[in-house]
């Protein structure tokens, strides 16, 4: 008989969970919603959030982000999740689904191997960005292998020798709920406010188009600066909203005509999937391969590089034909409607599934 959704306890495990900020942290709490929908039974293994029941809350009294380098942190959070979690007496498949970088997935090795586990998972949410030896040896024995990046998915495959799964992230459902648009804005950027982001970029292009409106949503260490910046630059077309809810933000996407992600890095681009949800174009800057979801002149952009010129230009060519714009959009929301969560969850336990089947003695 084959192995069913109802047979399997995957304990997820990642040190943070909403309303923890991060975008990996959303992954991981959507994911998990989606598969219990589907009928597994998801454990999330976690340190400081919210989870629903049943979870494994550890080491509850300590601040594991305090904790630097990320390989002790992952070796702590790991060893009291071994304490934690005893070997199950029922008939459940105890899987093990790992998310984080090559640390975590070298740590999680022995919760693995505590609770007896028929197959663990790998998730790379960021860039590879360790030498080679340490993914291939940290990833010794994982059954299956996933990035939320394009270009990760790719590098890894050459690393490992072996197939990699590229399971971007996806918008909540909010964002395709035709509701009431918020505040008009021409030009909206959404992501937290730390260096990565380049949210200062956002800010030149500002300045060079004083006749647009800019919305910047979302929270972090930078905004301070970045607030002080634009008054120094004299940007009075710009406007800083903060971290707000989903559905804050999803509003605003429908006010918005075009959306803007000037990063250096990205795994998933889930603030632009969000936003091709609600029906905008999106500019996106090279900060991953985009090839799997931007075509330029159909529904967006992809800039050659961080030049002012370049970004600025890219905004003005989906601004400036109002049919053209709304066709873009029209095409991104059909995109869109195929990165839903129920599909992502789908497809993984599918895999998982699937690799189970092939590994029955």
Same mark, same amino acid.
């Given at each position: 008989?084959?192995?069913?959704?109802e047979?399997?306890?995957?304990?997820?495990?990642?040190?943070?969970?909403?309303p +923890?900020? @991060?975008? /990996?942290?959303?992954?991981?709490?959507?994911?998990?919603?989606?598969?219990?929908r589907? @009928?597994?039974?998801v454990?999330?293994? $976690?340190?400081?959030g919210?989870?629903?029941?049943?979870?494994?809350r550890?080491?509850?009294?300590?601040?594991?982000?305090?904790?630097?380098?990320?390989?002790?942190?992952?070796f702590?959070?790991?060893? =009291?999740?071994?304490s934690?979690?005893?070997?199950?007496h029922?008939?459940?498949?105890?899987?093990?689904?790992?998310?984080?970088d090559?640390?975590?997935?070298?740590?999680?090795? /022995?919760?693995?191997w505590r609770?007896?586990?028929?197959?663990?998972?790998? #998730?790379?949410? +960021?860039?590879?960005?360790?030498?080679?030896?340490? $993914?291939? &040896?940290?990833?010794?024995? $994982?059954?299956?292998?996933?990035?939320?990046?394009?270009?990760? =998915?790719?590098?890894l495959?050459?690393?490992?020798?072996?197939?990699?799964?590229?399971l971007?992230?996806?918008?909540?459902d909010?964002?395709?709920?035709?509701?009431?648009?918020?505040?008009?804005?021409?030009?909206?950027?959404?992501?937290s406010?730390?260096?990565?982001?380049r949210t200062?970029? &956002?800010?030149?292009?500002?300045?060079?188009?004083?006749?647009?409106?800019?919305?910047?949503?979302? +929270?972090?260490?930078?905004?301070?600066?970045?607030?002080?910046?634009?008054?120094? /630059?004299n940007?009075q077309?710009?406007?800083?909203?903060?971290? &707000?809810?989903s559905?804050?933000?999803?509003?605003?996407?429908?006010?918005?005509r075009?959306?803007?992600?000037?990063?250096?890095?990205?795994?998933t681009? #889930?603030?632009?999937?969000e936003?091709?949800?609600?029906?905008?174009?999106?500019?996106? #800057?090279?900060?991953?391969?985009?090839?799997?979801l931007?075509r330029?002149?159909?529904?967006? $952009? &992809?800039?050659?590089g961080?030049?002012?010129?370049?970004?600025t230009?890219?905004?003005? =060519?989906?601004?400036?034909?109002?049919?053209?714009?709304? /066709?873009?959009?029209? =095409?991104?929301?059909?995109?869109?409607?195929?990165?839903?969560?129920?599909?992502?969850?789908r497809?993984? #336990?599918?895999?998982?599934?699937?690799?189970? +089947?092939?590994?029955k003695p």
């Amino acid at each position: 008989m084959r192995i069913a959704p109802e047979d399997l306890r995957i304990y997820r495990c990642y040190p943070w969970l909403p309303p +923890e900020p @991060g975008g /990996m942290e959303r992954h991981i709490a959507a994911l998990t919603i989606e598969q219990r929908r589907q @009928g597994c039974d998801v454990v999330p293994v $976690y340190n400081a959030g919210v989870a629903k029941q049943p979870a494994v809350r550890v080491l509850s009294g300590i601040n594991l982000r305090s904790i630097k380098p990320a390989a002790l942190r992952d070796f702590a959070f790991y060893s =009291a999740a071994i304490s934690s979690i005893g070997p199950t007496h029922d008939n459940k498949i105890a899987v093990v689904h790992v998310h984080g970088d090559y640390s975590a997935f070298l740590a999680a090795r /022995m919760l693995a191997w505590r609770l007896k586990a028929s197959m663990t998972i790998a #998730t790379l949410h +960021e860039s590879a960005i360790a030498a080679p030896m340490h $993914y291939r &040896v940290s990833m010794m024995g $994982y059954g299956l292998v996933l990035a939320t990046g394009w270009k990760e =998915a790719q590098h890894l495959e050459k690393i490992l020798g072996r197939q990699v799964h590229h399971l971007p992230s996806a918008p909540l459902d909010t964002f395709f709920d035709p509701s009431e648009a918020g505040a008009p804005c021409d030009v909206i950027t959404v992501g937290s406010l730390v260096p990565r982001k380049r949210t200062e970029l &956002v800010l030149a292009c500002a300045a060079r188009l004083p006749h647009l409106r800019f919305s910047i949503y979302g +929270e972090g260490i930078e905004r301070r600066r970045l607030e002080a910046l634009s008054i120094a /630059m004299n940007c009075q077309n710009v406007a800083f909203h903060g971290g &707000v809810s989903s559905e804050k933000i999803a509003a605003a996407l429908r006010g918005a005509r075009v959306f803007l992600s000037v990063s250096a890095t990205e795994g998933t681009p #889930t603030a632009a999937l969000e936003a091709m949800a609600a029906g905008l174009p999106v500019v996106l #800057t090279p900060s991953n391969d985009y090839s799997w979801l931007i075509r330029n002149d159909v529904n967006g $952009y &992809v800039t050659s590089g961080w030049e002012i010129e370049d970004v600025t230009c890219r905004l003005v =060519a989906c601004l400036a034909d109002e049919d053209r714009r709304r /066709m873009m959009g029209k =095409a991104n929301r059909a995109i869109a409607e195929t990165h839903r969560w129920n599909s992502k969850a789908r497809f993984l #336990t599918e895999r998982v599934l699937d690799c189970l +089947e092939v590994a029955k003695p």
